[in-house]
């Protein structure tokens, strides 16, 4: 399965993240009071977006293997039609019982489930990452050391990356 980076992948939904939290930071209350609600309707929208649909941990795995396809309602467990055999062999021997992460890119019936160190960071530092998540995705980092880190820095992406990825 050609895995790739369409749409906004976790890096470039985190960042969005992050510069909107600095964004109300910067302006003053008192003269953008349309544009701070605006913002947190944005941040709001955005996090429950990501906390959501970009998390990966054993139980979300779990159900997403379960998933049935061709649900499209507003009921659908299957939000995005992912195919569950979709779902490569690596996932399985990577995956902890203990830790998650927020998997690379959601899209319509494909999930780009690659470990991104960066886009995970961010959401750690930004908070866009709950507190839980936030520990989780350290949980996943010490749980899976030998995959991540071996005797080098961390990896910036898992599995790695090859021929024209």
Known sequence: MEQGIY?????????????LRCAKQMLKPEDTKELIEKINKRIG????????????????????????????????????????ESILDWLFEFMPMRGGYFIGNVSPARMDFRWFLVGNCIAILSYLATPKQAAAIMDLIEECWDDLIGEMPLKITYPALDGQE
């Open 45 to 84: 929208a955005l996090s429950f977006h990501i906390q959501t649909y970009y998390w990966l941990d054993f139980t979300q795995l779990n159900n997403i293997y379960h998933y049935r396809t061709e649900e499209y309602s507003h009921t659908a467990i299957n939000k995005f039609n992912v195919n569950p």
């Open 7 to 19: 749409g906004y992948p976790i890096e470039i939904q985190a960042l969005f993240f992050f510069a």
